[in-house]
C-alpha cells in the first residue's frame, strides 16, 4: 500500500486549495478512505470520510461547509477541496485508508502535506 | 461528540519494562477502539482495533483490553523501536471520529 498526498503550499485567510492523494497496491475502490490532520497544539484530528463510490461523505465540524472530499476510482486518486481556509487549519493532512471497506480504523497513511494558512 | 482522554501524558520508563497507557472516553464506545503509535517525522501506524486484536504485523508484546469507556495498551517489556507517542481513536459514536491527546513513552 502507498500514499501520496500532494498540494500542500502556503495560502492566504480566506483562500482555496485542493489536496490530492494518489493510492496503490490496494483495490482502491473498495475501501472508504479519510482525510486526518495533524497540529502540533492539537494532535491529531479526524477531518473527513468518503465511502467507496462517493456517495456517502462525513465531515467534521470546523470543516463543514468548507473542505469537499470527493474521490476519483478510475484515477486511484482521493482530493480535498479547502474554501475559505483559516489560520486554524493550519496542519499536516494525512490521507488514511480505511481497514476494511467501512471500519472507520486507519491502517496506512501516507507520509502528509503540509498546509500553512498565513498571510 | 466522544471526548477520549489518555494518561499519563508522558511515561519515562527503561528498556525492559511493562507499560501501561489508558484511554478513557466521555462516554461508551462499546469495543471500538484503537491504538496507534507515531515516532517523529513518521505517519501514525495502527496497532490495535476493536480494543483487543492486533494489526496485521504488530508483534505479540502490545496488548489492548477494555470496553465501555476504560482501556489500555499494554506493552508487556519495552524494546528500544518502542519508544514513541501513543494515540487511541474511537469509532464506536461518530461522526465525528476522535483520537485522544496521546502519551509519550520516553527512555528514562
Known amino acids: 500500500v502507498q500514499l501520496v498526498e500532494s498540494g500542500g503550499v502556503v495560502v492566504q485567510p480566506g483562500g482555496s486549495l485542493r489536496l490530492s492523494c494518489a493510492a496503490s497496491?490496494?483495490?482502491?475502490?473498495?475501501?472508504?478512505m479519510h482525510w486526518v490532520r495533524q497540529t502540533p497544539g492539537k494532535g491529531l484530528e479526524w477531518v473527513s470520510l468518503?465511502?467507496?463510490?462517493?456517495?456517502?461523505?462525513f465531515y467534521a465540524a470546523s470543516v463543514k461547509g468548507r473542505f469537499t472530499i470527493s474521490r476519483d476510482n478510475s484515477k486511484n486518486s482521493l482530493y480535498m477541496q479547502m474554501n475559505s481556509l483559516r489560520t486554524e487549519d493550519t496542519a499536516l493532512y494525512y490521507c488514511?485508508?480505511?481497514?476494511?471497506?467501512?471500519?472507520?480504523?486507519?491502517?496506512?497513511w501516507g507520509q502528509g502535506t503540509l498546509v500553512t494558512v498565513s498571510s | 461528540e466522544i471526548v477520549l482522554t489518555q494518561s499519563p501524558t508522558t511515561l519515562s520508563l527503561s528498556p525492559g519494562e511493562r507499560a501501561t497507557l489508558s484511554c478513557r472516553a466521555s462516554?461508551?464506545?462499546?469495543?471500538?477502539l484503537a491504538w496507534y503509535q507515531q515516532k517523529p517525522g513518521q505517519a501514525p501506524r495502527l496497532l490495535i482495533y476493536?480494543?483487543?486484536n492486533r494489526a496485521t504485523g504488530i508483534p505479540a508484546r502490545f496488548s489492548g483490553s477494555g470496553s465501555g469507556t476504560d482501556f489500555t495498551l499494554t506493552i508487556s517489556s519495552l524494546e528500544p523501536e518502542d519508544f514513541a507517542v501513543y494515540y487511541c481513536?474511537?469509532?464506536?459514536?461518530?461522526?465525528?471520529?476522535?483520537f485522544g491527546g496521546g502519551t509519550k513513552v520516553e527512555i528514562k
Open positions: 488514511a485508508k480505511d481497514k476494511t471497506a467501512a471500519g472507520y480504523y486507519f491502517d496506512s
Open positions: 476493536d480494543a483487543s
Open positions: 481513536q474511537q469509532r464506536g459514536n461518530w461522526p465525528p471520529l476522535t
Open positions: 462516554q461508551s464506545v462499546s469495543s471500538y
Open positions: 497496491g490496494f483495490t482502491f475502490e473498495d475501501y472508504t
Open positions: 468518503i465511502n467507496w463510490d462517493g456517495s456517502s461523505t
